[in-house]
Nanobody, 125 residues
């Protein structure tokens, strides 16, 4: 089992920045990828960013490319999402996800078997 705990959400004005963290614990020796998804009220959960553990290849949704950066700290088993130039449309609950599935399609939520509880990000205009 893998446990994920997100932190770092909050209220910020448009144009501001936030840094989300996701601490992983448990049986984390088979990591293939980790990612961030978000869900706004009344909308489906959507892909934000992901990183493959082998090669540290990163992926971003078009809506956040150039504004968000995903990174990791192997020693601390922590995933980060640096969010800059935030917009009101970035308002959502952000979820951290973890996968042990080789060859996964990182943009699909079904590729991930473990999820955090979510952290609220609210961007005011």
């Amino acid at each position: 089992q893998v446990q994920l705990v997100e932190s770092g959400g909050g209220l910020v004005q448009a144009g501001g920045s936030l840094r989300l963290s996701c601490a992983a614990s448990g049986r984390t020796f088979s990591t293939q990828a980790m990612g961030w998804f978000r869900q706004a009220p009344g909308k489906e959960r959507e892909f934000v960013a992901a990183i493959r553990w082998i090669g540290s290849i990163t992926y971003y949704a078009d809506s956040v490319k150039g504004r968000f950066t995903i990174s990791r700290d192997n020693a601390q088993k922590t995933l980060f999402l640096q969010m800059n130039s935030l917009k009101p449309e970035d308002t959502a609950v952000y979820y951290c996800a973890y996968s042990i599935r080789a060859g996964l399609v990182v943009q699909r939520s079904s590729s991930y078997g473990y999820w955090g509880q979510g952290t609220q990000v609210t961007v005011s205009s």
